[in-house]
């Protein structure tokens, strides 16, 4: 079997992108009336939903913190979102999952701010429609939009990226088919106003100054979310005021 | 009035109740706003998405080829022979969709819900030769019917129902080859066919509050109800499932009622299933 080729010698990877190009991002606020906050996002087609219950009472009692609210994140796929079918036990709980998860919780554990609600629990539940790529940096900006839909404080967005090399050359946002090219694997996410860096996981060697290449397109391509996300919100809340006004 | 609502919801709907309306400005019979779309996922074999007012719900199926199981009658006895043990129907009612649901172990709600729908599936009467994989049927395709519920807001029953309807109409299965007998090949080029569904199936669910049968409940009204009556029917007027539970008792005139308003919402069901499944 021929070796792939994910990028072509005019520069275009498989799905007609060039390297520093993001896949096409939909997002929705306010999809759902049961849950204190939720969300929609969709990028290329990867597809995922969030809600926020909360700032609520701690469910398990002892586990609480006297001054601050805890974070409590669940992340599950459903079973036809892969081209394999999954079956349903191994759909939540397992280390994927269980890993995406901390990393959402940990994330937000220190943007959102906790000490304005003290004793009490944020519970984030996503679930996966369909996957393609980019799952967990899709699962932490679905996240700050449901978050901020629920009307939660927190200092910042936090944005998040997928970004990886192949071939010597750095991509942003891989879909399945890059993220199985067996290059490296690099998710950063950042609080895109006060220029914090929340996360940067990377599990892979890379060169030295590949690697800062890498971070520096990943950076650009946060900041490029950020920019959709806050336009978005911006136009979701003045929405919602002016529909107030009405009433 | 929002506190009265509050600390005596069953009083403030009998308000509303004795002049025949809900507080959602619904009358009795009236059936909340229903959509479906299909096909909206494309890494399932088939997909639908069904929103009945703020209840929403999205069905996978996903098909795998296994081997046909073996016919000797003697390890089978137990099953009845007519059964389906081609589709399997698992619903999920996670915390997502509304803050009663733990994520550790599934509710009662969802694991009777999944038996009943389990069974109501041999009611769709698709022939055994559909599921052949390749044209002689050593093997068969097994269908894998997910259900996520992604908002409740009461019955999620007939939300259920629609969409696996409409997700299993959405499904096209590929054209199977199988050479030296354990390799199977899907045969991508020519045309992918749809499962022949003899049959539609047409729920209605009914809360009891009191005397009054409300149709369509919402969550506020199943959580106050003493009874609740499913029913469902296929297009031919046939009864395929009725279900009445709870602990008041429901009069035969009252259920006669509740199914000759069943029967009335076929044709308008059996529409929208067909619109939501046009070929783009």
């Known amino acids: 079997m021929s070796k792939l080729s994910y990028i072509s010698p005019e520069g275009l990877r498989i799905?007609?992108?060039?390297?520093?190009?993001?896949?096409?991002?939909?997002?929705?606020?306010?999809?759902?009336?049961?849950?204190d906050g939720s969300a929609y996002y969709e990028q290329g087609n990867t597809k995922i939903i969030a809600a926020v219950y909360g700032p609520r009472e701690i469910s398990v009692s002892g586990k609480g913190v006297f001054d601050r609210a805890i974070v409590k994140c669940e992340f599950s796929t459903s079973s036809f979102s892969t081209t394999e079918r999954k079956p349903q036990q191994k759909t939540k709980g397992d280390r994927v999952t269980t890993e995406i998860a901390n990393l959402v919780k940990q994330a937000f554990e220190s943007t959102i701010q906790t000490h304005l609600y003290p004793r009490s629990q944020i519970n984030i539940y996503l679930q996966v429609l369909q996957s393609d790529g980019g799952l967990k940096a899709a699962a932490i900006n679905a996240s700050t939009l449901a978050l901020i839909d629920a009307g939660i404080s927190m200092k910042d967005f936090v944005c998040a990226c997928s970004t990886s090399c192949i071939d010597g050359i750095a991509v942003l946002d891989l879909n399945n088919i890059e993220e199985r090219s067996g290059g490296p694997d690099c998710l950063l996410s950042i609080q895109p106003q006060l220029g914090g860096v929340i996360s940067l996981n990377m599990d892979s060697k890379v060169p030295q100054d590949l690697f800062e290449s890498v971070l520096e397109l990943g950076e650009k391509g946060c900041k490029k979310i950020f920019l959709i996300l806050s336009d978005y919100v911006k136009r979701y809340s003045s929405n919602l005021i002016s529909n107030q006004i009405k009433n | 009035m929002e506190a009265f609502q509050k600390i005596h919801p069953l009083e403030f709907y009998r308000k509303f109740l004795v002049r025949s309306v809900r507080p959602d400005g619904r009358s009795l019979d009236d059936i909340r706003k229903t959509t479906i779309s299909t096909g909206s996922i494309t890494t399932a074999d088939g997909s639908s998405f069904v929103k009945m007012g703020n209840t929403s719900v999205v069905c996978g199926v996903r098909a795998e080829v296994g081997e046909k199981p073996s016919t000797d009658k003697s390890k089978i006895s137990s099953y009845n022979v007519h059964e389906n043990k081609n589709i399997f129907i698992n619903i999920e009612l996670g915390p997502i969709c509304s803050n009663t649901f733990s994520s550790t172990k599934p509710s009662d709600i969802a694991m009777s819900l999944c038996s009943r729908l389990n069974s109501l599936i041999n009611r769709l009467e698709i022939p055994e030769t559909d599921y052949y994989f390749d044209e002689e049927g050593k093997a068969l395709w097994y269908l894998y019917v997910d259900v996520y519920c992604l908002d409740y807001d009461g019955n999620i029953y007939d939300a259920a129902v629609l969409s696996i309807i409409s997700a299993l109409k959405n499904v096209k299965l590929p054209k199977g080859v199988i050479e030296n007998n354990d390799e199977y090949y899907k045969d991508l080029e020519s045309p992918q066919r749809k499962l022949k569904i003899q049959h539609?199936?047409?729920?209605?669910?009914?809360?009891?509050?009191?005397?009054?049968?409300?149709?369509?409940?919402?969550?506020?009204?199943?959580?106050?109800?003493?009874?609740?009556?499913?029913?469902?029917?296929n297009e031919l007027n046939e009864i395929c499932l009725?279900?009445?539970?709870?602990?008041?008792?429901?009069?035969?005139?009252?259920?006669?009622?509740?199914?000759k308003k069943a029967k009335e919402r076929s044709s308008f069901i059996i529409d929208l299933i067909n619109n939501s499944n046009v070929d783009k």
């Not at chain 1, 190009?21 to 009336?33: S, T």
């Not at chain 2, 009191?210 to 029913?231: F, H, Q, R, V, W």
């Not at chain 2, 009725?242 to 199914?259: F, R």
Request: glycine fraction near 6%; hydrophobic fraction near 35%; proline fraction near 3%.
């Open chain 1, 15 to 35: 799905d007609g992108r060039r390297a520093n190009e993001l896949r096409r991002i939909n997002v929705e606020m306010g999809v759902f009336n049961r849950a």
């Open chain 2, 242 to 259: 009725l279900l009445s539970t709870g602990t008041s008792l429901i009069s035969e005139t009252n259920l006669k009622d509740c199914m």
């Open chain 2, 200 to 233: 539609y199936l047409i729920p209605l669910s009914f809360s009891v509050i009191d005397d009054y049968i409300l149709a369509d409940p919402s969550l506020d009204e199943e959580k106050l109800s003493s009874g609740t009556i499913n029913i469902t029917y």
